[in-house]
């Protein structure tokens, strides 16, 4: 079998599965050719996996510009599309899987077209929701279902990705010709309420198969460490965690604000990881600031030494860290937002009613003190169940019943 992946970044969650596939394949005796483009990020640094560059840093940065000036994502890049669908041709694939494919980084009605013509099967994995709205990539935070019918008058137009206009409708008009009438496409999302989503817009005429994200359980799992002892946290203090790679309202960083207001600091140390220096000028002083870890490893030893781990995220497709979190025998609080809820079960962790800060205090006291009792090794058990490695297995099978 021969797999094309095309995916806007090497790094993160999404390089990860990309990369994970494309081991998984050639373990197998298949092959695999992945596409991605030059970023900030990878401008300096390799993943340590092989996949081929569209265009340069700079004719990246240019098409961005162009979205960002026209607020028509998708519509540059032609020349660096028309030389990644040569590549492809040469290839010659049984499969194309994509992943993000917003960023700028190449041309869809160019793609698309070469799609529908040569007919090769396709398999689309949605990690947002930005493939059947005019703009946004999530639109839970404002309650917006434009896009069940029309998007218009978008109020994100001017967040990622960004626009200095609203061409929200035309952009809806175009993806929903662009990605339709596809004959052989299934369409893959982590979550079932991802999936919900997919079901209600323009591309629920396609398959729709469900692959949970995972993670690598040989480094997520319960690792002491003296994490206490080098931040001043006594032995009778309970640790609430917090981790994402980004921090802002949407993540609930006001949350854990308020959150910080409600605890007996002389009980409880709230403890945020993945902070920046401009974070630390938002947060009060009994919340600790963790900025980013060295490695994965580090990660776990923190996700050890926590007693809870809380998620108030207000947008999320299907979070990996609640799962790194139970990997490493942590119960998880979270909101019921998107995919999140979807991870947990009664024993390992609560889901509260999004905003409702009085439940979130209450769930947090209610663990750390034994009053809702949550064991470890439960945890643990629940995390087994998003090992990584079974999830590319099943891309694997998935493209072999595709083809």
Not at 189 to 207: G, M, R
Not at 248 to 273: P, Q, T
Not at 297 to 318: G, M
Not at 354 to 361: D, F, G, Q, V
């Amino acid at each position: 079998m021969r797999v094309v992946q095309i995916n806007g970044g090497v790094f993160g969650s999404t390089g990860t599965i990309m990369f994970g596939i494309a081991e998984t394949l050639k373990k197998n005796g298949d092959k695999c050719l992945c596409f991605s483009p030059v970023t900030a990020t990878n401008r300096n640094r390799e993943p340590g996996f092989e996949y081929e560059k569209t265009g340069t840093f700079n004719s990246r940065r240019l098409n961005v510009l162009l979205n960002r000036i026209t607020g028509s994502e998708g519509c540059f890049s032609f020349f660096v599309t028309k030389k990644v669908i040569k590549k492809i041709k040469r290839f010659s694939p049984d499969i194309i899987q994509l992943h993000n494919i917003h960023g700028g980084f190449i041309n869809l009605p160019a793609l698309f077209g070469f799609i529908k013509k040569s007919n090769i099967a396709v398999v689309w994995t949605l990690h947002d929701c930005w493939a059947f709205t005019g703009h946004c990539p999530h639109y839970d935070m404002i309650s917006c279902d434009k896009w069940k019918t029309e998007c218009f008058s978008c109020p994100l137009y001017r967040e990622y990705p960004q626009s200095l206009s609203d061409n929200s409708r035309k952009m809806f008009r175009k993806k929903k010709r662009w990605f339709s009438d596809i004959r052989k496409m299934t369409v893959v999302t982590p979550s079932e309420w991802l999936a919900s989503q997919v079901k209600q817009s323009f591309l629920k005429n396609y398959p729709v198969c469900i692959v949970n994200n995972g993670i690598d359980l040989s480094v997520f799992r319960p690792t002491k460490s003296d994490f206490r002892k080098r931040y001043g946290i006594s032995d009778f203090q309970k640790i609430v965690l917090g981790v994402s790679f980004v921090w802002n309202e949407k993540k609930g960083l006001n949350v854990f604000v308020d959150l910080s207001s409600r605890l007996n600091s002389a009980e409880y140390k709230i403890v945020l990881v993945g902070t920046t220096s401009e974070i630390d000028g938002k947060l009060p002083d009994n919340i600790i600031s963790v900025h980013r870890t060295a490695n994965q490893k580090e990660l776990a030893e923190i996700y050890t030494a926590a007693d809870v781990f809380v998620n108030p995220t207000r947008e999320d497709t299907f979070p990996t860290v609640n799962i790194e979190a139970l990997a490493c025998g942590v119960p998880v609080v979270t909101f019921d937002t998107g995919g999140s809820a979807e991870i947990l079960d009664k024993t390992c962790g609560r889901v509260i009613e999004k905003n409702n800060a009085e439940a979130l205090e209450r769930a947090v006291e209610d663990i750390c003190s034994g009053k809702d009792f949550i064991a470890r090794e439960n945890c643990v058990l629940r995390a087994s169940h998003f090992d990584k490695n079974d999830k590319f297995t099943q891309y694997i099978d998935l493209y072999g019943k595709t083809v």
